[in-house]
């Protein structure tokens, strides 16, 4: 039988704890956002639709995107159990260079259409945390101001070969003029993809007035007071090459690039060099061959061709032919610091240092994984540079949780032994690929290795 009794009013007061109330809305939007995701509806709510769509949507029926999400998310971590994980060390080597998270962010054009400070924003976090920052040819800051915003942090420049070959060939220059210390040579983008929702939007650079901008403005009165209150929106780095946007946009897109460029480029850039769009085994042994740095798994955020293979998908018969050769890197789909660690977990050897880095980069050898946070991480940009470090901290926090919740322990950067196996289910088939001796005997016994 319960014996009931009045309340204490001393006891009552211990649990009267009141929250003091945040009156900054910035800040109190930031602190409730504990997700990519989360971050993603602030920016739909605060960004044109145009905008969003611009940053958010991928080709055609976005099959690509939706797969490559869907992958990691089939992914299952199968902890061992009772070892040390009291310290968790995420700092790792990618490309000759120090990160201090396996991950860095990825190239993204018209960055201040999602918000003003744009690439400054991105730029600035990156060197703040330690990581890498990745400049688009399709930027809206320029090369050098990059450079100024991060003076001694990893700036990498990506690089489309445009039809005016003379305009490429200037960017590389002006990039390792101001240090840049690695080139992404871009193969995904013969043409430019086909994305209805730009499409159905109207899209254009600049955005135009019409009157449903305008009644789509109305609730987002802060985007527009932006953007008609700073500099002119354009390409940074190709604001002195003439034309309007229109007119660089088809000069971005050639059909008739080659590996004749690349060697062309190869012999220019006196850096790393890393070929980014990479999509099947084939071209990546190719490369391995003609001795780039490194190869990025990428389909572009499913924004080039709707229905391309899977970045993730793809890592494991990569790194396993090519591995030991050159290190290799992905994209497309990474949301939160479990998929960085998946990527990781794909066959990585981490005495050898890791990377993880649309936008999301290990068997034996010479091998490092890098992952990209890229587009996906841009919807934060919404009227709020601070949530650049907001998202980069959601990231670490959920790859350190993960590490110390499945028992990982540290050595030489980060060891993933404790993931005898890693499983994704897709398309009712089980792939099974692992960290370590034992899983890559599983891996053997099955047939995947």
Known sequence: MVQRQFPNPKEIREYLHFKKPELNLKKRRLENA?????LRKI????????????????????????????????????PSILKDASEIDMSTSILG?????????????????????GEVAGAGAAGAAGIPFCLSTLGTTS??????????????FQLYVMRKREISYGLVERAAQAGFDTLFFTVDTPVAGNRMRDVRHG??????????????????????????????????????????????????????????DLKTIREMWPGKLAVKGVQN?????????LGVDAIVLSNHGGRQLDRAPVPFLLLPEVAREVGKDVEIMVD???????????????????????????????????????????RDVHLLLAKNPAGWQ?????????????????????????????????RFENLDELAVVAAGERGADLAVRLGYA
């Open 34 to 38: 504990l997700t990519i995701y989360d």
């Open 43 to 78: 920016a739909k709510r605060r960004t044109p639709a145009s905008a969003f769509d611009y940053t958010d949507g991928a080709a055609e029926g976005e099959i690509s995107i939706a797969r490559a999400r869907k992958a990691f998310e089939d992914v299952e971590f199968h």
């Open 97 to 117: 260079g120090p990160s201090s998270l396996p991950f860095g962010i990825a190239p993204t054009g018209f960055t201040r259409l999602m918000q003003t400070e």
């Open 143 to 156: 090369i050098e101001d990059v450079k100024a915003t991060n003076p001694t942090g990893r700036n990498w």
């Open 203 to 260: 899209f254009s650079i600049p955005p135009q007035l019409t009157v449903k901008t305008v009644v789509d403005a109305i609730p987002r009165p802060w985007w527009w007071i932006d953007f008609l209150t700073t500099a002119p929106l354009e390409f940074a780095s190709l604001s002195s090459t003439g034309g309007t946007v229109g007119e660089l946009l088809n000069n971005a897109m050639d059909p008739t690039i080659s590996f004749d």
């Open 281 to 289: 085994l084939e071209d990546s042994k190719k490369l391995a061959d």
């Open 332 to 374: 497309t789909g990474i949301m939160n610091g479990a998929d960085i660690v998946s990527a990781l977990a794909l066959g990585a050897d981490v005495k050898k240092g890791l990377a993880a880095t649309e936008n999301v980069q290990s068997v034996a050898g010479r091998y490092s994984t890098v992952s990209y946070a890229g």
């Open 390 to 422: 907001e998202a980069l901290s959601m990231v670490d926090r959920s790859a350190d949780g993960l590490v110390i919740a499945t028992n990982g322990q540290v050595a030489d950067g980060v060891d993933l032994s404790w993931l005898w196996d890693v």
